[in-house]
Nanobody, 119 residues
Framework: QLQLVESGGGLVQPGGSLRLSCAAS????????IEWFRQAPGKEREVVSC????????NYADSVKGRFTISRDNAKNTVYLQMNSLKPEDTAFYYC????????????WGQGTQVTVSS
């Protein structure tokens, strides 16, 4: 079955860190750009970050620059989103998608993982 599976979400205090994983099953991530999205209740979906296929060019939403880092481990067929200095406004449902280029048509979507930042 061809799918993306996210993990790593949870509850964290403000200022804390989480690392989300986006693992591919049934296909290789090498040839795809991987984009992380988030959506909070009552808000529109937001692109958080994207990493291209080789050479792995990255981009970030202004709201997360300097705090989040996207990376890929092709040997593990996984893309990570390291989230540091988390804020309550980062609370959202996070999910990943695969496309040939960042911002392009998406071929695969994950089911998502909840991130809650609260004291």
């Amino acid at each position: 079955q061809l799918q993306l599976v996210e993990s790593g979400g949870g509850l964290v205090q403000p200022g804390g860190s989480l690392r989300l994983s986006c693992a591919a099953s049934g296909f290789t991530l090498d040839y795809y750009a991987i984009e992380w999205f988030r959506q909070a209740p009552g808000k529109e979906r937001e692109v958080v970050s994207c990493i291209s296929s080789s050479p792995g060019v990255t981009n970030y939403a202004d709201s997360v620059k300097g705090r989040f880092t996207i990376s890929r481990d092709n040997a593990k067929n996984t893309v990570y989103l390291q989230m540091n200095s988390l804020k309550p406004e980062d609370t959202a449902f996070y999910y990943c998608a695969a496309a040939y280029v960042c911002g392009g048509g998406y071929y695969y979507w994950g089911q998502g993982t909840q991130v809650t930042v609260s004291s």
